[in-house]
């Protein structure tokens, strides 16, 4: 496990990098093979990086890998653990695709006050996803999790980014989050590499690889949908999550040329917790 520099200007924290990442990583994703120089390390090892932390608000886990994938969810936990015990206000911000064992979201019932905790989640079909997310739950079992914890007072953000429209209905992802308590989602387009782009042509899956080739808009950090296109797909999803009761946001990370765009833009992050 490493500390390292934030990534992310919106967030103004630092990251968990763990040194085992995803082995089956979804086929979009660009981070589980990102190397990271010496001099952007702030700390490594479990007791080191808590002294580190103690200087900062809160923590991104983790941009590259699940911070609950199996071999990650022990020392997830242990540093969670022991980062509040030194610091009442410090509030980590916690993403994953995986199922979180009991024994931490208890962990995280006692400290939701002080806590940021997002739910990824692609798309409401469940083998499309397990194709675009081979190594991530099942939504279902995302699902239920997520229900689990707002029924336990843990308000979740689900995050749909980069989303593919990959739903035979728009609405059918916005109203199964909607049952489960979901009130906030944060959404974008994203941008796919020449690498992450054949993968997802390559899945053989129809409607993942025509996702894939409508996004043809090259630019210097990869390929994207077109202004035009990004808008008006952007507007389709959120009116379907207002529609459901659940507000959304669009990371602009990715997309700066949303700026000025009579969108639901969010350009720095904010939550209560944080």
């Given amino acids: 496990m490493k500390l390292a520099k934030g990534m992310y200007s919106c967030q103004d924290v630092p990251v968990i990098i763990f040194d085992h990442g995803c082995t089956n990583p ?6 589980s093979n990102r190397l990271f120089t010496e001099e952007t390390i702030i700390a490594t090892g479990l007791e080191n990086i808590v002294k580190e932390l103690i200087n900062f608000k809160g923590v991104y ?4 890998s699940d911070c609950f994938l199996p071999q990650n969810a022990e020392l997830t936990h242990s540093l969670l653990e022991e980062i509040w015990k030194q610091k009442e206000t410090f509030t980590p911000l916690v993403i994953t695709k995986q199922i979180i064992p009991d024994k931490t979201i208890k962990l995280f019932i006692r ?4 806590l940021v905790l997002q739910i990824s989640i692609p798309s409401a079909a469940e083998k499309i996803v397990s194709i675009l997310e081979p190594g991530s739950a099942p939504v279902s079992k995302r699902l239920e999790m997520i229900k689990k914890l707002t029924d336990s007072g843990i308000p979740i953000i689900a995050v749909s980014m980069p989303w593919f429209n990959l739903d035979d209905d ?7 989050l909607a049952k489960t308590g979901v009130l906030r989602t944060i959404v974008a387009t ?6 992450q782009k054949q993968r997802m042509i390559d899945s053989g899956e129809e409607k993942i690889k025509a996702a894939a080739l409508l996004i043809d808009n090259q630019t210097n950090n ?7 296109e990004k808008i008006l797909t952007l507007k389709k999803i959120t009116t379907a999550f207002i529609s459901a009761g659940i507000k959304p946001v669009i990371c602009t990370a990715d997309n ?6 009579n969108l639901p833009l969010c350009v ?3 939550h209560h917790n944080f």
């Fill in 111 to 114: 400290n939701k006050h002080r």
């Fill in 190 to 195: 994203g941008v796919l590499t020449n690498r």
């Fill in 268 to 270: 720095k992050f904010k």
């Fill in 256 to 261: 700066h040329d949303l700026e000025g765009n």
């Fill in 170 to 176: 728009i609405n059918s992802l916005p109203n199964a």
């Fill in 61 to 64: 886990l983790s941009p590259t």
């Fill in 222 to 228: 990869g390929y994207t949908l077109s202004l035009e």
């Fill in 26 to 31: 979804c086929l979009y994703c660009g981070l």
